[in-house]
């Protein structure tokens, strides 16, 4: 596999040891690690926090795929060997704030969230935005932004319609649209003549999130009788019971 990595647009990969990207499904900020020699700063000698980053990989020319563009968020000095930290361009919404109130009867949104997403994003991110509009069925008629970061408040939207947000470094854009599957016109192989996979189909299940749930809910209840001069009362009450 080819890759070609470049800080603030000078390809680095000759001093490269080795590198990963934790992806994460749905609304996360990609991060990659560089792991490099030290001779690194021969060639760049301004690296340091701030930089940008571009990785880019394939197999018949290194810029194939568009994996991360980001900045460089820290670096590690380690003996002979210097430990690179990148975010991906997403954590531009982290760092810009917005202070508004989209009202449905005033905002040009109308209360649409996916409206509200690509108002976010551009005018408050400063970064450009491909959406996939919520519709009319859940309106919103408040949406207040009182000084919280933008990716912050994105994803209470995406939360509220189960949307997937993410930043796709091939086109630049941000997009805003349903969870679900994407159709691939590629059949994958694995063995035979078609063999077109490197290996073998490896399946994690994690049920960590799975769990039975039954709710009872409580009530108390008394009664009371007279006699003589004295009032006598019953109690009777139930507790509530989750597991």
């Keep these: ?8 647009g000078l390809d680095i990969s000759s001093h490269l040891l080795s590198w990963k990207i934790d992806e994460s499904f749905g609304d996360q900020v990609k991060e990659a690690t560089l792991k490099c020699s030290f001779n690194i700063y021969i060639d760049l000698p ?10 880019k990989r394939g197999i018949a020319a290194a810029t194939e795929q568009f994996k991360l563009d980001g900045y460089v968020d820290t670096v590690i000095k380690q003996g002979a060997t210097v430990t ?6 997403l954590v531009d919404l982290i760092r810009a704030s917005v202070q508004y109130t989209y ?4 905002d040009p949104s109308a209360g649409v969230g996916s409206e509200i997403a690509k108002n976010l994003i551009e005018q408050w991110g400063g970064m450009t935005a491909d959406v996939v509009s919520t519709g009319s069925t859940i309106l919103i008629k408040k949406f207040i932004c009182n000084g919280t970061d933008v990716l912050s408040r994105i994803k209470v939207l995406a939360d509220i319609y189960d949307y997937q947000l993410y930043f796709d470094p091939s086109d630049q854009k941000v997009y805003f649209k349903p969870k679900g599957y994407v159709f691939n016109p590629n059949t994958i192989y694995v063995g035979g003549a078609s063999n077109n996979a490197l290996n073998v189909p490896k399946w994690e299940y994690d049920n960590t999130q799975c769990v039975n749930r039954i709710i009872v809910k409580s009530y108390f209840f008394r009664s009371y009788y007279f006699l003589s001069n004295r009032i006598n009362y019953y109690y009777l009450c139930f507790h509530s019971i989750i597991c």
């Design 1 to 8: 596999m080819l890759t070609e990595v470049k800080i603030d």
């Design 84 to 89: 690179i930290k990148c975010k991906g361009k």
């Design 103 to 106: 009202d449905i009867g005033i």
């Design 46 to 55: 301004t690296l340091d926090n701030g930089n940008t980053v571009s990785i």
